[in-house]
């Protein structure tokens, strides 16, 4: 059947093999965003059916049915929160998107349990331009770092450039390289693969629910690699890439191999060391939105971080984590992955 999907920038026919499909799913498909932001539009009454405006996310939809979809303005919003001064650094802007490097300590965006301001506060606070797709609790944000993850996030500035984000997060033609500090060395490279899940006994936490020989619906496939650059008798720093996005993915699949990211308290990590989760993302990459070019960003490291890696010596710290022997290290688990 063909479900029409009119849009404030196009108007296109969607092809749908199911003789009905969910209000939400169709959404997600013509504006190649994720269901739940599609539901966060359906929910902010943006959509209508055949004309009657529509809130429920799972309305079935039939043969020729008519979607409009009026996207929220894009404005930035004045900061509800008092914001404290940020020095946040730039890595890149145009009128598309901005890459940021996000400090450690800092919230991307608000949720119930969050009462400090968040990144999207400060984005709107300096007048920043935001996409709205996410709503206006996560404007601009395509994905996110937790909240003592410091590193590269790219921020859409509009719609248009949200949604192609989104799908090459989904193709995984945008990601990230890691560096992590672990409280046991990692004496060859590893991939990870399992299916995640909530942690039966801590909600908190993200467990391989394989490993525990468990059957869970909400389980989901996720994978990483991980290489250890430099190794010490007690510790590694690790180059990681992720190849699924998975809550607490970096984490969970260090605890399933006793290993865990120095300060990471909350997996598992037990060491007299005071810190924050020691954690960066250090290289973003994409393809820009308007000129198709591939780009690669490099987060530089903050103090915290760099403090801790003195065990190293900073000669091999800096041999270690060049961008182009990373990128390079990588590339075999790359080919292997794009052929499944």
């Known amino acids: 059947m063909h479900i029409t999907i009119l849009s404030d920038t196009s108007a296109h026919k969607l092809d749908v093999a199911a003789p009905s499909v969910r209000l939400d799913e169709c959404v997600a498909q013509g504006l190649h965003i994720s269901r739940s932001q599609a539901q966060e539009l359906i929910k902010q009454g943006c959509v209508q059916s055949n004309g009657i405006k529509s809130q429920k996310s799972g309305l079935k939809l039939t043969k020729d049915t008519i979607l409009q979809i009026t996207l929220p303005a894009q404005s930035p919003k004045p900061a509800a929160l008092q914001i404290p001064p940020l020095e946040i650094t730039r890595i ?83 990601g990230r390289y890691y560096l992590a500090l672990i409280d046991k060395p990692l004496k060859e490279p590893r991939m990870i693969t399992c299916n995640l899940a909530r942690h039966p006994n801590n909600r908190l936490k993200m467990a391989n629910i394989d490993a525990m020989g468990q059957r869970v619906s909400s389980a989901r496939f996720s994978q990483s690699a991980f290489i250890p650059l430099i190794n010490t008798q007690e510790t590694s720093l690790l180059a990681i890439k992720l190849y699924t996005g998975r809550t607490h ?24 060391l005071e810190c924050r989760v020691q954690l960066h993302a250090y290289l973003l990459y994409l393809t820009h939105p308007i000129t198709r070019k591939q780009m690669v960003f490099r987060a530089e490291i903050f103090g915290d971080m760099l403090q801790c890696a003195q065990i190293f010596g900073a000669k091999e710290f800096d041999e270690a984590i060049r961008q182009d022997a990373i990128v390079q290290a990588f590339s075999q688990w790359d080919t292997a992955c794009r052929a499944k």
Do not use: C
């Open 92 to 174: 890149y802007e145009d009128e598309e998107l901005l890459i940021l490097n996000k400090p450690p300590n800092l919230v991307v965006h608000s949720a119930p349990s969050v009462k400090e301001a968040t990144l999207v506060d400060w984005l709107q606070a300096q007048g920043v331009m935001l996409s709205t797709l996410s709503g206006a609790h996560r404007a601009g944000i395509v994905h996110r770092l937790d909240k003592q993850t410091s590193g590269a996030i790219a921020i859409a500035k509009t719609n248009a450039t949200h949604a192609y984000l989104s799908q090459q997060l989904k193709d995984r033609a945008m």
């Open 249 to 272: 993915q970096i984490r969970a699949h260090l605890e399933s191999i006793n290993r865990h990211i120095l300060g990471d308290r909350l997996y598992g990590y037990t060491g007299a």
